[in-house]
């Protein structure tokens, strides 16, 4: 079955200290991944993709994400969070050229910055 | 700026009663979804749409209704038969029905049964 996994329900980060937010997927096809951002009471933000190619991809805001294929995860990082980055974060996964009604998203994981 | 607008920003709604939350984008994309969200579930697709006068069932489309008249609107009707319908509500449209680049959202319904 299709699934996506983050482990961590909620994540509590000092300012300035790194961050990692994990995802684990299972899907039988070539992976499309996706890592979303909601702040309270708003819609999702794209934060970043992957498609193919350099498994290290860069996105808006400072985050970036690594595709391991051999571990299915495609874990989002940030080297040094600020107090606006306190928001839920959501890992998604698709298909590539079936359409996007077939994205599976994550339950989301919620980052809490303390000062 | 091009964008997806969703509107009400809150909504409640009576028991027996239908109601229409507004999803309209100016982004020219081809494709269309609504999504329901509730606390630690993550996104559930209830409709989506990839093209104009057509549309399909996602997962939990039982007491939805929706339609695609014009490609910048895709309208979502909470039947009374939506036994539980009290979440937040988020549009969502993409560039292209068959790739799949991600979406753009738009900022949310809250609908509440009062």
């Known amino acids: 079955a299709q699934s996506v996994t983050q482990p961590d329900i909620h994540i509590t980060v000092s300012e300035g200290a790194s961050l990692e937010l994990r995802c684990n997927y299972s899907y039988g096809a070539t992976p499309y991944l996706f890592w979303y951002v909601q702040s309270p009471g708003q819609g999702l933000q794209l934060l970043l993709k992957?498609?193919?190619?350099?498994?290290l991809v860069q996105g808006i805001k400072g985050f970036e994400a690594e595709f391991k294929r051999s571990q299915s995860s495609f874990n989002l990082r940030k080297p040094s969070v600020h107090w606006s980055d306190a928001a839920e974060y959501f890992c998604?996964?698709?298909?590539?050229?079936?359409?996007?009604?077939?994205?599976?998203f994550g339950a989301g994981t919620r980052l809490f910055v303390k000062a | 700026d091009g964008g997806i607008t969703q509107s009400p920003k809150y909504l409640f709604r009576k028991e027996g009663q239908n109601v229409t939350l507004s999803c309209e984008q100016n982004?020219?994309?081809?494709?269309m979804y609504w999504y329901r969200q509730d606390p630690g579930q993550g996104l559930r697709l209830i409709y989506y749409s990839q093209i104009v006068n057509d549309f399909q069932k996602g997962d939990i489309a039982e007491g939805y209704s929706v339609s695609r008249e014009k490609k910048e609107s895709f309208p979502l009707t909470v039947t009374s038969a939506q036994k539980n319908p009290t979440a937040f509500y988020l549009c969502?449209?993409?560039?292209?029905?068959?790739?799949?680049?991600?979406?753009?959202f738009g900022s949310g319904t809250r609908l509440t049964v009062v």
């Open positions: 969502a449209s993409s560039r292209e029905a068959r790739l799949n680049y991600g979406y753009t």
């Open positions: 998604a996964v698709g298909a590539g050229n079936t359409g996007g009604f077939k994205t599976i």
């Open positions: 992957y498609f193919s190619g350099d498994t």
């Open positions: 982004l020219n994309h081809d494709a």
